[in-house]
């Protein structure tokens, strides 16, 4: 039986493997220089690598999970079916707070925007998100942060 388990594990998973294809970030990147990452920076949207693109980052003070969208701009109509982003996390002077690397299994088809969510990095509820509005009043401990989210790998199904 043991030898039994991770072989149907691995017959099971066999046509996604196959069906899927990886494009790490950074290989076919264009560059736009420090002006075109300003801007992007001001729209609170983080573009990939032209395959994945990231914005309307949210997460309250009381939230247990936080919530982006992911529109999936792949030339080649693939749909997206998990994606491993990282996620930097800063205070209003630009420290570090936190970073992580999140695998987010999802289904984007082509041309489409749909929610991601992934569990809070704030287990204690003392941050929030800066352009999150505070749906109840803000206590003086809690402390607001900014956060700016890189794909930096997606697996396409076609």
């Known amino acids: 039986m043991r030898r039994l388990l991770p072989l149907l594990l691995a017959v099971l998973m066999l046509p996604e493997t196959q069906a899927q294809h990886t494009r790490r970030a950074g290989r ?20 990939g690598d032209g395959t994945a693109r990231v914005s309307g980052f949210d997460k309250a003070l009381s939230a247990r999970r ?3 969208f992911v529109t999936n701009d792949a030339p080649d109509s693939a749909d997206i079916v998990w994606m491993l982003v990282t996620l930097d996390y800063t205070d209003e002077a630009g420290r570090q707070l936190h970073r992580r690397r999140e695998r987010v299994r ?18 204690q509820h003392v941050y929030y998100y800066r352009l999150t509005p505070p ?19 997606i697996a396409l199904l076609r």
């Open 135 to 153: 749906r109840r009043r803000v206590q003086g401990s809690a402390a607001p942060f900014d956060v700016r989210v890189r794909v930096d790998s």
């Open 28 to 47: 076919h990147r264009a560059h736009g220089g420090v002006a075109a990452h300003a801007a992007v920076a001001a729209a609170d949207t983080v573009a």
């Open 66 to 68: 936080e919530s982006f």
């Open 106 to 123: 999802c289904h984007i088809p082509a041309g489409c925007t749909r929610r991601v969510d992934i569990p809070a990095w704030d287990t």
